[in-house]
């Protein structure tokens, strides 16, 4: 797993490490203006794509369907980076990594936020040679992180993508990611994120993640999964404490599901990495330190693609179309291209058929790519598109 040793890195938080090191996958060969930066998601790692040497786990790339060779970003074309951003837990320093003692930094280990990963890749492209990006794309946080680049350094990159993502998430996510770190702080396991070399905090990091999932399916995609159908008992896990009565009602199939996943989140990301990352998550702001969106996008000069989702309540189509007319206010050419889906916020992982035609063909001719559609330019006014399912809660 390559990696690249950053030196000392001052988080925005004002404290600092002094070595940062950074894990990293490229894929492709670099000509000196084709090289595509790819943020990864809250809990995604630097494997984007399948790696030709097969690494376990996370070396099944998350987005293969995607990115590689003949896909809509091809890496026969274009020489790929993606980075593991710090505070999360696949080679990237966070608080799962050695500090300077020798221990795990734990909570030691200083708060992140998005513009704390975009300057960490700035540095790790600045060792690998790569100056001006031919394009950064990214989904979910990522779509955030690929926007913090189109507003921090607006002049080393020529097209930009968000996919799935806002300029902020708005207060009925901040509460659900907050109940979701308070799950895992009051895992008694968690004990003040001092538990390496221990139990792990594993109840309350599920609890966690199964929040978050019910928040990347969408009421239809939900509905269709698992309906309300019973599962069968023995399919479930017997980490969480049950009651006499339960025994009396049935045990649902998205109950199990959401046992499942978060059988296998736990074996694969770090507590405290969650908390540090949706932190990130929850503190972006576009317009932190500006006087609006359109403010902080207004020295953009590239193409900027907006892809949304209708069925994704986690970061909506109405949003994604705030933020193209923040861009239409500046230079930049921009183009808001809503997909129809009822997966959910998830859709941008698991539809390549929907993800990768304006994608490659935004990366090749911008937002006059073929298959890349706008809401400017459509018939349909876009609130039209306004996902059906606002409220999880909702009836
Ligand atoms: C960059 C990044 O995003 S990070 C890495 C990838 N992303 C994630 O891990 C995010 C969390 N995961 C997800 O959101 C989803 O699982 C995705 C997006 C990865 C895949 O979505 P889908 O293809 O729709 O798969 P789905 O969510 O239905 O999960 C399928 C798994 O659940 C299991 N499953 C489905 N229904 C049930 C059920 N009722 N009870 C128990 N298990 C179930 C399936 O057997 C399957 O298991 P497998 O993965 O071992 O084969
Ligand atoms: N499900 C993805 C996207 C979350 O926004 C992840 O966990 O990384």
């Known amino acids: 797993m390559p990696t690249a040793e ?13 070595d940062l090191t950074v894990a990293y996958e490229t894929y492709g060969e670099f000509d000196g203006r084709n090289a595509v930066l790819v943020c990864h998601a809250l809990t995604g790692s630097q494997h984007v794509a399948d790696s030709p040497d097969g690494v376990a786990g996370q070396g099944h790339g998350w987005w293969r369907s995607v990115v590689g060779p003949g896909k809509a970003i091809d890496t026969n074309d274009y020489f790929v980076v993606c980075a593991n951003v710090p505070g999360s837990c696949y080679g990237t320093d966070g608080p799962s990594a050695e500090g300077p003692d020798g221990d795990p930094y734990g909570t030691d280990f200083p708060p992140v936020t998005v513009g704390d990963w975009t300057r960490s890749q700035r540095r790790l492209l600045d060792e690998l040679g790569v100056g001006r990006l031919h394009a950064v794309v990214g989904g979910s946080v990522g779509g955030m992180n690929a926007l913090d680049w ?18 902020r998430l708005d207060a009925q996510c901040l509460g659900l990611n907050a109940v979701a770190r308070r799950a895992i702080r009051t895992d008694p396991d968690w004990n003040g994120g001092d538990y390496y070399g221990d139990s792990h905090p594993d109840r309350g990091l599920a609890l966690a993640r199964q929040l978050g999932h019910l928040m990347y399916l969408s009421k239809d995609s939900a509905g269709r999964k698992f309906g309300r159908r019973t599962a069968g008992r023995e399919a479930g896990g017997d980490a969480f404490p049950s009651d006499p009565a339960a025994a009396f009602f049935p045990y649902r199939d998205v109950e199990s599901y959401l046992d499942y996943q978060a059988d296998q989140f736990v074996e694969r990301f770090d507590a405290n990495s969650y908390l540090y990352l949706v932190r990130a998550m929850d503190d972006y702001d576009l317009a932190a330190g500006y006087d609006s969106d359109a403010a902080a996008l207004a020295a953009f000069p590239g193409d900027a693609l907006v892809l949304s989702f209708t069925g994704d309540w986690h970061f909506t189509v109405d ?5 193209a007319e923040s861009f239409r206010a500046g230079d930049a050419s921009v183009a808001h291209h809503v997909v129809d889906s009822d997966h959910g916020h998830d859709a941008f992982l698991v539809e390549p058929e929907s993800v990768g035609p304006p994608l ?25 598109y306004a996902p059906v399912h606002n409220s999880l809660f909702s009836g």
């Not at 988080?11 to 490490?17: D, K, T």
Request: aromatic fraction near 6%; proline fraction near 5%.
């Open 319 to 323: 949003q994604s179309e705030d933020l």
């Open 360 to 384: 490659r063909d935004f990366l090749a001719d911008g937002v006059a790519g073929r298959s890349v559609t706008d809401t400017a330019e459509s018939d349909t006014e876009p609130s039209s």
């Open 6 to 18: 950053l030196g000392r890195f001052e988080f925005e938080s004002g404290q600092a490490v002094e």
């Open 150 to 167: 189109a507003r921090r350094f607006p002049d080393d990159v020529r097209r930009v993508a968000a996919v799935a993502a806002a300029p």
